[in-house]
């Protein structure tokens, strides 16, 4: 399809994802009445419109592009699909135009020079209010504004005329119809008035009106752009060739055309195209602007790289893992371009107002106008006090004061490593109440040491150490690499084991040498029967030291199993895992530790970093049932993890906080991605949501105000049409400015920073 991407399936049927370039989408109100357009095409699942970027998203079933241009067309409005590129970072990841958007509005209708023609021509217009110089003549006043309103003013009349023509109103039908009304009071006043009487005329109003709200569209788009830095600095990232490397020797090409498998030669300081691993050389690479940590990453043979990291002094070869959407910096770019095109809850209230708005002000407007004149005091005031009803109205804040906070909010994120899904996962981490963690590769390094051996009386520890690392050689358990590395460091050759499996929640089962072996906790030991009497101080000591166990057994030829070694290991907490706990409980959050480690190990973390409670000896499917308990008794809980076993927990807590140093499975459960396995970003997101919401809300609390102070001014003759003016440009201006001042947050001093 047409400027679709075929991103998954629901209730069986495949979602075709479109992203649509909008034009003469203003306000909320627009926004509104687009998204209802859009909704009732046949097959469209969801709509949604981002005012700042004047970009809409709709997932359809079988729906064609065509037909959600002509509906966005039908509701009065502009629409051009984006194409996304085959191999590109989802829909409309790779379209320039959708992410320039505000480069190109301050190119077009929002020229900067168009600000400077209207303000040179309604200069002189003002000038005789300064004393300076005596009133213009009619004819004269009338040669300045008319360029200014009609010309210059196009756009605003354009959009008015088009919403008329779908039965509808919008910001634009307001500043035209003030505007006209001013410019044709003042024509009609210019030609009766008697020989020998100037008239008072409003052309100036019509002109500095029009002016005034150019130029805030002016500052508007030009600070829209910079809410946007994030997404393009990311997107600038991505090279767009590479070098091949072929039998016949190196050749540049696309890397569009890069395949899995094929061999890429990464030359000193050129951009890492694709995600792979390293085949040959050496070098160091700077991932600052895909991890947030400022420190060059050592790279050689065997390490992984990411596409759009920066190469260092050496040269790199590097065999392609994935490309195109499949990258990681492609799905970092799908997920803040999701975040920033999602609707916050909270925005349903502005739509609601919005949508019935216009109606409302053109109300307001005509009972202005009736009242001044059932007054006594004239059509000619009535009129200019009902324009500036007109103009001052502005729901445009309201439509931008939740989009641009998500933007701002969200790419700073970004920037520091922090990928939020989305709106409502913002809106739900900002409620924390309660952090929970995973402890093993969350709050501790992830990889545990072997930190002693005692074997039982008549065992030799040489031969237990050998008899359980043959018996773990296949498993990618952490623990069982532990074992392997010290049974490599002693040289020791290990047997094959047959029929090894693993025992979920338990351990290890195979046979090594016609031996029948099991290798886990204390609780499969007493399910054999196993007599571990013999080594109870050595585990009592372990325990008190906060190291990990597994007991090692053996079956014996009368079926009895007789116990063979204690391992012990012990897992490292993070280096920053203490000050991120100090942080959120700074924050007043109550910090959880759920593992499924043995409880004197997970006690001994749990006390070294100062968390409030932790529960041990939990499964996967124990640790979600947890978490549930929380949000029943505690209120808003987050949980951390970033291992499959994590993920039902993830997925039941009220948001998710996946490392993506772990598994893909993590990240796709979690609603917050921390692109480093630091905790201090956990806290640091709760910070930026907690600063993104209280932006919100302050906008959307200016926004109304704005409306609910400014249109009883206006109708009361307290403002005349260009202070209305000036007013309703500074209110879209004030919001977007107010949402940059998240651009000033920067992530609390911690590793790589």
């Not at 958007?101 to 929002?110: M, P, R, S, T, V």
């Not at 030609?191 to 709200?213: M, N, S």
């Not at 490397?245 to 030669?265: F, I, K, M, N, T």
């Not at 049932?625 to 929380?630: G, H, I, K, N, S």
Request: hydrophobic share 50%; charged share 15%.
């Amino acid at each position: 399809m047409d400027g679709s991407g075929i991103r998954g399936a629901e209730t069986g049927a495949q979602i075709a994802e479109f992203d649509l370039s909008l034009t003469g989408v203003r306000c909320a109100g627009c926004v509104s009445r687009v998204e209802k357009a859009l909704r009732q095409v046949p097959g469209v699942v969801t709509a949604d419109i981002n005012l700042a970027s004047k970009r809409a998203h709709v997932r359809a079933i079988g729906a064609a592009g065509a037909a959600l241009t002509d509906a966005v067309a039908s509701a009065g409005y502009g629409a051009d699909l984006i194409a996304a590129e085959g191999t590109g970072a989802g829909q409309g990841a790779d379209s320039a135009p959708g992410h320039d958007h505000a480069a190109h509005a301050a190119g077009g209708e929002n020229a900067g020079w168009r600000v400077a023609l209207a303000a040179g021509l309604s200069l002189p217009l003002l000038a005789p209010m300064t004393g300076i110089m005596p009133n213009l003549p009619g004819w004269l006043q009338l040669t300045l504004a008319t360029p200014v309103t009609f010309w210059l003013g196009w756009q605003f009349h354009k959009g008015a005329f088009r919403a008329a023509r779908a039965l509808h109103g919008s910001m634009d039908s307001l500043v035209s119809l003030g505007t006209l009304a001013a410019w044709g009071l003042s024509v009609f006043l210019w030609l009766t008035a008697h020989e020998g009487h100037a008239p008072h005329l409003y052309f100036e109003a019509a002109a500095v009106v029009i002016t005034l709200l150019l130029l805030g569209r002016w500052l508007e788009a030009r600070a829209m752009g910079r809410t946007m830095e994030a997404i393009q600095a990311l997107m600038a990232l991505r090279p767009r060739l590479a070098r091949l490397r072929l039998p016949s020797g190196d050749v540049e090409v696309p890397v569009a055309q890069l395949r899995v498998g094929d061999l890429v030669v990464v030359l000193p300081g050129a951009a890492v195209p694709v995600d792979g691993t390293v085949v040959e050389g050496a070098s160091d690479l700077d991932e600052s602007m895909i991890t947030g940590e400022s420190l060059p990453v050592a790279k050689q043979a065997g390490s992984t790289v990411t596409g759009g990291a920066l190469n260092g002094p050496g040269t790199l070869l590097v065999r392609t893992g994935a490309v195109g959407r499949d990258t990681m910096l492609a799905r970092i770019i799908a997920m803040v371009e999701g975040a920033q095109a999602a609707k916050a809850p909270i925005q349903r209230l502005a739509d609601r107002v919005s949508a019935v708005f216009v109606p409302i002000v053109l109300v307001i407007a005509l009972i202005t106008f009736a009242g001044w004149v059932l007054a006594g005091s004239g059509a000619e005031t009535a009129l200019i006090n009902a324009v500036s009803v007109l103009v001052i109205a502005c729901p445009c804040a309201l439509g931008l004061a939740t989009p641009t906070a998500l933007m701002a909010g969200t790419g700073v994120a970004a920037r520091s490593g922090i990928l939020i899904k989305d709106a409502g996962a913002l809106e739900r981490a900002h409620a924390a109440t309660i952090i929970v963690f995973d402890k093993t590769g969350t709050l501790t390094e992830g990889k545990p040491v072997l930190t002693g051996l005692t074997p039982a009386p008549g065992v030799d520890a040489t031969e237990a150490l050998r008899l359980a690392a043959g018996l773990q050689a296949g498993s990618e358990h952490p623990l069982a690499r532990a074992v392997l590395d010290a049974a490599r460091a002693q040289s020791l050759p290990l047997p094959t084991a047959q029929n090894s499996r693993a025992l979920p929640g338990q351990g290890m089962a195979g046979t090594v040498e016609g031996r029948d072996l099991r290798l886990g906790h204390e609780g499969l030991m007493a399910a054999l029967e196993v007599d571990i009497t013999p080594l109870a101080d050595a585990a009592a000591t372990a325990r008190q030291q906060g190291h990990s166990q597994s007991w090692l057994a053996v079956q014996a030829g009368e079926g009895a199993w007789h116990l063979l070694a204690l391992l012990s290991f012990a897992d490292e907490p993070k280096p920053s895992a203490a000050a991120a706990i100090a942080a959120l409980k700074a924050q007043g959050l109550r910090c959880v530790m759920l593992t499924g480690d043995h409880e004197a190990a997970a006690r001994a973390v749990a006390d070294r970093l100062g968390l409030d409670e932790v529960v041990a000896r939990l499964l996967p499917d124990q640790k979600a049932a947890a978490v549930a308990r929380l949000r029943g008794s505690s209120g808003t809980v987050a949980m951390v993890g970033d291992g499959i076993n994590d993920a039902p927990a993830l997925a039941a807590a009220d948001i998710g906080f996946a490392m993506a140093t772990g598994t893909q499975v993590a990240m796709e459960t979690a609603g917050i991605t921390l692109m480093r396995g630091d905790p201090l970003l956990v806290a640091d997101s709760i910070a930026i949501s907690r600063r993104t919401w209280a932006k919100i809300r302050q906008n959307l609390f200016w926004a109304f105000a704005y409306n609910v102070v400014g249109i009883p001014l206006a109708a009361l003759g307290l403002l005349n049409p260009m202070i209305a003016g000036a007013a309703m440009a500074f209110s879209s201006v004030s919001v977007v400015g107010n949402a940059l001042l998240l651009r000033r947050w920067r992530p609390r001093a911690g590793a790589g920073r």
